[in-house]
T-cell receptor, first 114, second 111 residues
Framework: NAGVTQTPKFQVLKTGQSMTLQCAQD?????MSWYRQDPGMGLRLIHY???????DQGEVPNGYNVSRSTTEDFPLRLLSAAPSQTSVYFC?????????????FGEGSWLTVV | KQEVTQIPAALSVPEGENLVLNCSFT??????LQWFRQDPGKGLTSLLL?????REQTSGRLNASLDKSSGRSTLYIAASQPGDSATYLC??????????FGQGTRLTINP
Protein backbone atom coordinates (compact mmCIF):
# COMPACT_ATOMS: atom_id res chain seq x y z
CA ASN A 1 0.00 0.00 0.00
CA ALA A 2 1.24 3.50 -0.81
CA GLY A 3 -0.78 5.10 2.03
CA VAL A 4 -1.45 8.81 1.55
CA THR A 5 0.25 10.35 -1.49
CA GLN A 6 0.57 14.09 -2.02
CA THR A 7 1.73 15.92 -5.13
CA PRO A 8 3.58 18.13 -5.79
CA LYS A 9 6.10 18.11 -2.95
CA PHE A 10 7.36 21.61 -3.73
CA GLN A 11 5.69 24.47 -5.59
CA VAL A 12 6.36 28.17 -6.08
CA LEU A 13 3.43 30.32 -7.16
CA LYS A 14 3.05 33.96 -8.02
CA THR A 15 0.40 35.99 -6.22
CA GLY A 16 -2.94 35.54 -7.96
CA GLN A 17 -2.12 32.23 -9.63
CA SER A 18 -4.24 29.17 -9.05
CA MET A 19 -3.19 25.61 -8.43
CA THR A 20 -4.36 22.29 -7.06
CA LEU A 21 -2.63 20.16 -4.47
CA GLN A 22 -3.40 16.52 -5.09
CA CYS A 23 -4.05 13.92 -2.40
CA ALA A 24 -4.78 10.24 -2.91
CA GLN A 25 -5.12 7.32 -0.51
CA ASP A 26 -5.38 3.62 -1.25
CA UNK A 27 -6.69 2.43 2.12
CA UNK A 28 -10.41 2.89 1.33
CA UNK A 29 -10.70 5.44 4.14
CA UNK A 30 -13.91 7.44 4.34
CA UNK A 31 -12.40 10.43 6.11
CA MET A 32 -9.89 12.75 4.44
CA SER A 33 -8.65 16.14 5.49
CA TRP A 34 -6.22 18.94 4.71
CA TYR A 35 -4.06 20.74 7.28
CA ARG A 36 -1.58 23.56 6.98
CA GLN A 37 1.49 23.87 9.18
CA ASP A 38 3.01 27.25 9.90
CA PRO A 39 5.94 28.07 12.19
CA GLY A 40 4.77 28.51 15.76
CA MET A 41 1.15 27.68 14.85
CA GLY A 42 1.03 23.90 14.80
CA LEU A 43 -1.21 22.17 12.25
CA ARG A 44 -4.59 23.72 11.51
CA LEU A 45 -7.52 22.04 9.78
CA ILE A 46 -8.52 23.60 6.44
CA HIS A 47 -11.24 21.32 5.03
CA TYR A 48 -12.37 17.78 5.59
CA UNK A 49 -14.59 15.14 4.01
CA UNK A 50 -16.44 12.19 5.53
CA UNK A 51 -17.10 10.52 2.19
CA UNK A 52 -17.53 11.05 -1.53
CA UNK A 53 -19.68 14.08 -2.23
CA UNK A 54 -19.46 15.40 1.36
CA UNK A 55 -17.10 18.17 2.43
CA ASP A 56 -17.02 20.70 5.26
CA GLN A 57 -14.91 23.57 6.51
CA GLY A 58 -12.29 23.37 9.19
CA GLU A 59 -10.64 26.10 11.21
CA VAL A 60 -8.99 28.05 8.35
CA PRO A 61 -10.99 27.46 5.11
CA ASN A 62 -10.77 30.91 3.49
CA GLY A 63 -8.97 30.93 0.15
CA TYR A 64 -9.28 27.18 -0.37
CA ASN A 65 -11.78 24.93 -2.15
CA VAL A 66 -12.15 21.18 -2.01
CA SER A 67 -14.24 18.49 -3.64
CA ARG A 68 -14.54 14.74 -3.11
CA SER A 69 -15.75 12.94 -6.21
CA THR A 70 -14.18 9.58 -5.29
CA THR A 71 -13.22 7.83 -2.06
CA GLU A 72 -9.56 7.87 -3.06
CA ASP A 73 -8.96 11.52 -4.01
CA PHE A 74 -9.31 14.80 -2.14
CA PRO A 75 -7.73 17.73 -4.03
CA LEU A 76 -7.18 21.15 -2.44
CA ARG A 77 -7.57 24.14 -4.74
CA LEU A 78 -6.11 27.60 -4.29
CA LEU A 79 -8.10 29.86 -6.61
CA SER A 80 -6.01 33.03 -6.24
CA ALA A 81 -2.85 32.42 -4.25
CA ALA A 82 -1.75 34.96 -1.64
CA PRO A 83 1.58 35.22 0.24
CA SER A 84 -0.33 34.32 3.45
CA GLN A 85 -0.90 30.87 1.93
CA THR A 86 2.83 30.13 1.99
CA SER A 87 2.89 27.05 4.19
CA VAL A 88 3.37 23.32 4.37
CA TYR A 89 0.21 21.40 3.53
CA PHE A 90 -0.58 17.94 4.82
CA CYS A 91 -3.31 15.60 3.66
CA UNK A 92 -4.59 12.93 6.04
CA UNK A 93 -7.00 10.02 5.96
CA UNK A 94 -8.58 7.63 8.42
CA UNK A 95 -11.47 5.21 8.74
CA UNK A 96 -14.63 7.03 9.70
CA UNK A 97 -15.63 5.05 12.74
CA UNK A 98 -13.91 3.43 15.67
CA UNK A 99 -12.15 4.97 18.66
CA UNK A 100 -9.03 2.94 18.03
CA UNK A 101 -8.50 4.15 14.47
CA UNK A 102 -5.44 6.23 13.88
CA UNK A 103 -5.00 8.88 11.22
CA UNK A 104 -2.44 8.66 8.43
CA PHE A 105 -0.61 11.67 7.01
CA GLY A 106 1.03 12.29 3.68
CA GLU A 107 4.59 13.57 3.36
CA GLY A 108 3.54 17.18 2.86
CA SER A 109 3.53 19.78 0.09
CA TRP A 110 5.73 22.86 0.51
CA LEU A 111 4.08 25.89 -1.11
CA THR A 112 5.67 29.30 -1.51
CA VAL A 113 3.65 32.23 -2.85
CA VAL A 114 5.73 35.19 -4.01
CA LYS B 1 -12.59 26.44 21.60
CA GLN B 2 -10.11 23.68 22.32
CA GLU B 3 -6.53 24.83 22.77
CA VAL B 4 -3.56 22.49 23.02
CA THR B 5 -0.26 23.62 24.52
CA GLN B 6 3.07 21.85 24.56
CA ILE B 7 5.84 22.92 26.87
CA PRO B 8 8.74 23.22 26.41
CA ALA B 9 9.00 24.29 22.78
CA ALA B 10 12.48 22.80 22.61
CA LEU B 11 14.44 20.36 24.74
CA SER B 12 18.03 19.14 24.54
CA VAL B 13 19.26 16.24 26.66
CA PRO B 14 22.24 13.86 26.65
CA GLU B 15 21.84 10.37 25.29
CA GLY B 16 20.56 7.77 27.73
CA GLU B 17 18.40 10.08 29.81
CA ASN B 18 14.74 9.42 30.50
CA LEU B 19 12.55 12.39 29.59
CA VAL B 20 8.98 13.62 29.70
CA LEU B 21 7.18 15.78 27.16
CA ASN B 22 4.07 17.62 28.28
CA CYS B 23 0.78 18.39 26.57
CA SER B 24 -2.15 20.27 28.07
CA PHE B 25 -5.62 20.92 26.66
CA THR B 26 -8.40 23.25 27.74
CA UNK B 27 -11.54 21.16 27.06
CA UNK B 28 -11.64 17.76 28.79
CA UNK B 29 -14.42 16.48 26.51
CA UNK B 30 -12.01 14.82 24.11
CA UNK B 31 -12.54 11.78 21.92
CA UNK B 32 -8.95 10.53 21.69
CA LEU B 33 -5.47 11.95 22.13
CA GLN B 34 -2.55 11.09 19.88
CA TRP B 35 1.18 11.66 19.93
CA PHE B 36 3.04 12.06 16.64
CA ARG B 37 6.64 12.33 15.62
CA GLN B 38 7.75 14.62 12.79
CA ASP B 39 11.21 14.51 11.27
CA PRO B 40 12.50 17.56 9.33
CA GLY B 41 10.92 17.77 5.89
CA LYS B 42 8.70 14.79 6.54
CA GLY B 43 5.11 14.02 7.39
CA LEU B 44 3.71 12.92 10.73
CA THR B 45 4.23 9.44 12.11
CA SER B 46 1.80 8.16 14.72
CA LEU B 47 3.44 7.07 17.96
CA LEU B 48 0.64 6.37 20.41
CA LEU B 49 -3.13 6.77 20.38
CA UNK B 50 -4.93 7.00 23.72
CA UNK B 51 -8.68 6.59 23.70
CA UNK B 52 -10.64 8.82 26.08
CA UNK B 53 -11.48 5.85 28.34
CA UNK B 54 -7.82 4.85 28.69
CA ARG B 55 -5.20 6.16 31.09
CA GLU B 56 -2.05 5.19 29.21
CA GLN B 57 -0.55 3.42 26.23
CA THR B 58 2.89 1.90 25.81
CA SER B 59 5.01 1.07 22.79
CA GLY B 60 8.60 0.01 23.32
CA ARG B 61 10.45 2.81 25.09
CA LEU B 62 7.48 5.15 24.83
CA ASN B 63 4.69 5.57 27.35
CA ALA B 64 1.88 8.08 27.01
CA SER B 65 -0.51 8.94 29.81
CA LEU B 66 -3.81 10.78 29.78
CA ASP B 67 -5.53 12.62 32.63
CA LYS B 68 -8.69 14.15 31.22
CA SER B 69 -9.78 15.73 34.50
CA SER B 70 -6.65 17.85 34.65
CA GLY B 71 -6.40 18.31 30.88
CA ARG B 72 -2.94 16.79 30.61
CA SER B 73 -1.03 14.15 28.74
CA THR B 74 2.62 13.19 29.01
CA LEU B 75 4.92 11.28 26.69
CA TYR B 76 7.68 9.46 28.52
CA ILE B 77 10.73 8.38 26.54
CA ALA B 78 13.04 5.93 28.28
CA ALA B 79 16.76 5.61 27.60
CA SER B 80 16.80 8.29 24.92
CA GLN B 81 18.84 7.79 21.74
CA PRO B 82 20.09 10.24 19.09
CA GLY B 83 17.56 8.70 16.69
CA ASP B 84 14.78 10.02 18.93
CA SER B 85 15.67 13.55 17.86
CA ALA B 86 12.58 14.99 16.15
CA THR B 87 9.59 17.23 16.81
CA TYR B 88 6.89 15.60 18.90
CA LEU B 89 3.32 16.73 18.38
CA CYS B 90 0.33 16.18 20.62
CA UNK B 91 -3.14 16.26 19.07
CA UNK B 92 -6.58 16.09 20.63
CA UNK B 93 -9.50 14.61 18.72
CA UNK B 94 -12.58 16.84 18.70
CA UNK B 95 -15.08 14.21 17.61
CA UNK B 96 -13.94 11.13 15.75
CA UNK B 97 -11.69 12.72 13.16
CA UNK B 98 -10.98 16.43 13.73
CA UNK B 99 -7.61 17.03 15.34
CA UNK B 100 -6.44 20.06 17.27
CA PHE B 101 -2.65 20.15 17.45
CA GLY B 102 -0.20 21.61 19.88
CA GLN B 103 2.76 23.53 18.54
CA GLY B 104 5.17 20.69 19.22
CA THR B 105 8.32 20.10 21.23
CA ARG B 106 11.57 19.96 19.28
CA LEU B 107 13.71 17.30 20.95
CA THR B 108 17.46 16.96 20.48
CA ILE B 109 19.34 14.00 21.95
CA ASN B 110 23.06 14.69 22.18
CA PRO B 111 25.46 11.73 21.76
Amino acid sequence: NAGVTQTPKFQVLKTGQSMTLQCAQDMNHEYMSWYRQDPGMGLRLIHYSVGAGITDQGEVPNGYNVSRSTTEDFPLRLLSAAPSQTSVYFCASSPLVGRGNTIYFGEGSWLTVV
Amino acid sequence: KQEVTQIPAALSVPEGENLVLNCSFTDSAIYNLQWFRQDPGKGLTSLLLIQSSQREQTSGRLNASLDKSSGRSTLYIAASQPGDSATYLCAVYQGAQKLVFGQGTRLTINP
